[in-house]
């Protein structure tokens, strides 16, 4: 079973960037379908970016296209999420999310391993 660390997180200004990452340990990570959800206070946890196994397939939430970018390392078992031109509507906890499933996925329903998560801030 695979357990997700993430890394990375903070407050930054608007327009800033950030990059966040994420570690696995105790599975194969390159059979694993991996994704960044979020969620801001009084909202709904979502998807905002995955990516496949192997092939680097990705999905972004169309709030985020353009100005997110997921990647992963399955020598370094590593997932990253480089997030530029931060809003402030950008602000919530970001979390590493893996699943079993053929990805990229896109729906939050499909994830069954997180990681704790990091909170990131933008301020205006």
């Known amino acids: 079973q695979v357990q997700l660390k993430e890394s990375g997180g903070g407050l930054v200004q608007a327009g800033g960037t950030l990059r966040l990452s994420c570690t696995a340990s105790?599975?194969?990570?390159?059979?694993?379908?991996m994704g960044w959800s979020r969620q801001a206070p009084g909202k709904e946890r979502t998807i905002v970016a995955a990516?496949?196994?192997?092939?680097?397939?990705?999905f972004y939430a169309p709030s985020v296209r353009d100005r997110f970018t997921i990647s992963r390392d399955n020598a370094k078992n590593t997932m990253f999420l480089q997030m530029n031109s931060l809003k402030p509507e950008d602000t919530a906890v970001y979390s590493c999310?893996?699943?079993?499933?053929?990805?990229?996925?896109?729906?939050?329903?499909?994830?069954?391993?997180w990681g704790q998560g990091a909170q990131v801030t933008v301020s205006s």
């Open positions: 999310v893996a699943t079993n499933l053929f990805g990229p996925r896109a729906k939050i329903y499909e994830y069954g391993y």
């Open positions: 990516i496949s196994q192997t092939d680097g397939s990705t």
């Open positions: 105790g599975g194969t990570f390159s059979n694993y379908a």
